[in-house]
T-cell receptor
Framework: KNQVEQSPQSLIILEGKNCTLQ??????????LRWYKQDTGRGPVSLTI?????NTKSNGRYTATLDADTKQSSLHITASQLSDSASYIC?????????????FGRGTQLTVWP | EADIYQTPRYLVIGTGKKITLECSQTMGHDKMYWYQQDPGMELHLIHYSYGVNSTEKGDLSSESTVSRIRTEHFPLTLESARPSHTSQYLC????????????????FGPGTRLTVL
């Protein structure tokens, strides 16, 4: 069964600190992995997208890594800001259909305190 | 921010009412999607469309229906709303992948928070 598991479920950090969110998946055949940021009451916004051949990608203070062999990914946030408070969703796409079906994790709810 | 819009943003209605959630995008994307998301849970695909006059059911069984008469619009309709339909509904759109191995990024609208009393 294709699944995406994220940890931790929730995380509280102080402003300025770094943090790392984890994602494990069993989706096969693998096409790409995405990290989205979803603010409360809003739709998800793409942060990074990585294909099989990419093992790291950065977007400002966000750095995602991918280990396609162990089927693990992480999202590292550097020097956190209050505006980073959101749910971070790991999404994996398969190559098994023309739709490019997406499998969503439940997200990690990050809260940044001043 | 992507040019995809949803209205209304919030809706509270009584049981048995017919409702239509609107979704429109100005990017000319062929593919459009509807997802349902409950608090703390993953998004579930309930409908998708490859283009005009194309509609398909997604992974999660839903009593809603959709139509795609124009490229820009992908409305979702509930003929008789029930409390079990209370949820957040997210619309998304994407272009086809340019080639094998490429990805089709999905752009999401802001969502409609539906509450059925």
């Amino acid at each position: 069964k294709n699944q995406v598991e994220q940890s931790p479920q929730s995380l509280i950090i102080l402003e300025g600190k770094n943090c790392t969110l984890q994602c494990n998946y069993t989706v096969s055949p693998f096409s790409n992995l995405r990290w989205y940021k979803q603010d409360t009451g809003r739709g998800p916004v793409s942060l990074t997208i990585m294909t099989f051949s990419e093992n790291t990608k950065s977007n400002g203070r966000y750095t995602a890594t991918l280990d396609a062999d162990t089927k693990q990914s992480s999202l590292h946030i550097t020097a956190s800001q209050l505006s980073d408070s959101a749910s971070y969703i790991c999404v994996v796409s398969d190559r098994g259909s023309t739709l490019g079906r997406l499998y969503f994790g439940r997200g990690t709810q990050l809260t940044v305190w001043p | 921010e992507a040019d995809i819009y949803q209205t209304p943003r919030y809706l509270v209605i009584g049981t048995g009412k017919k409702i239509t959630l609107e979704c429109s995008q100005t990017m000319g994307h062929d593919k459009m999607y509807w997802y349902q998301q409950d608090p703390g849970m993953e998004l579930h695909l309930i409908h998708y469309s490859y283009g005009v006059n194309s509609t398909e059911k997604g992974d999660l069984s839903s009593e809603s229906t959709v139509s795609r008469i124009r490229t820009e619009h992908f409305p979702l309709t509930l003929e008789s709303a029930r409390p079990s339909h209370t949820s957040q509904y997210l619309c998304a759109s994407s272009e086809p992948a340019a080639h094998e191995g490429a990805y089709n990024e999905q752009f999401f609208g802001p969502g409609t928070r539906l509450t059925v009393l």
